[in-house]
T-cell receptor, first 113, second 114 residues
């Protein structure tokens, strides 16, 4: 079983749509959670951190459910520029906090005009 | 401020050749790491370092060596290249502030082994 699992998609949505991505992680001792964005053939870039209380950044909302070991990302009012791969990332394994990142395989979003 | 610089950006190797992928950061970050990304696999950790002189293995270390003689540099050595090492390699560095980390990734090295 992969440590971090995502539906690879692709998700094809029209402009203006709301789309949600989900992610599950296997290590209950994981300490920090993130969503990264990766454009084609580019490096990953941090989109937002994910907190238990949920957090929002403009059109993006992230939530964490530690009991279910589940992370989500909601994108409202999708733009063409949101087309990318979204990576679910988990940090920490309960031992000494070495800051290692564990990546999901990514979910591809294609926003159509 | 250059951030994380990886060289080369592209490389083609023949099976059995050796080479070093360079990674340098100018942010005085303690943590540095190397990942590889294959289609449908996400990024997988090869080796990482929590400070100068300290390195450790990640998920897929076989066939790779690293060293960390300075804070700034974290080269990745391929000892004898194999087609299975064809991949995109990303170097990353991170600061640590208590339990908070801030990662910066390099732009990647696209390696093909023929």
């Amino acid at each position: 079983r992969k440590e971090v699992e995502q539906d690879p998609g692709p998700f094809n949505v029209p402009e203006g749509a709301t789309v949600a991505f989900n992610c599950t992680y296997s290590n209950s001792a994981s300490q920090s959670f993130f969503w990264y964005r990766q454009d084609c053939r580019k490096e990953p870039k941090l989109l937002m951190s994910v907190y238990s209380s949920g957090n929002e950044d403009g059109r993006f909302t992230a939530q964490l459910n530690r009991a279910s070991q589940y992370i989500s990302l909601l994108i409202r009012d999708s733009k063409l520029s949101d087309s990318a791969t979204y990576l679910c990332v988990v940090m920490g394994d309960g031992s000494s906090n070495t800051g290692k990142l564990i990546f999901g395989q990514g979910t591809t979003l294609q926003v159509k005009p | 401020n250059a951030g994380v610089t990886q060289t080369p950006k592209f490389q083609v190797l023949k099976t059995g050749q050796s080479m070093t992928l360079q990674c340098a950061q100018d942010m005085n970050h303690e943590y540095m790491s190397w990942y590889r990304q294959d289609p449908g696999m996400g990024l997988r950790l090869i080796h990482y370092s929590v400070g100068a002189g300290i390195t450790d293995q990640g998920e897929v270390p076989n066939g790779y060596n690293v060293s960390r003689s300075t804070t700034e540099d974290f080269p990745l050595r391929l000892l004898s290249a194999a087609p299975s090492q064809t991949s995109v390699y990303f170097c990353a560095s991170s600061y640590r502030d208590r339990d908070t980390y801030g990662y910066t990734f390099g732009s990647g090295t696209r390696l093909t082994v023929v």
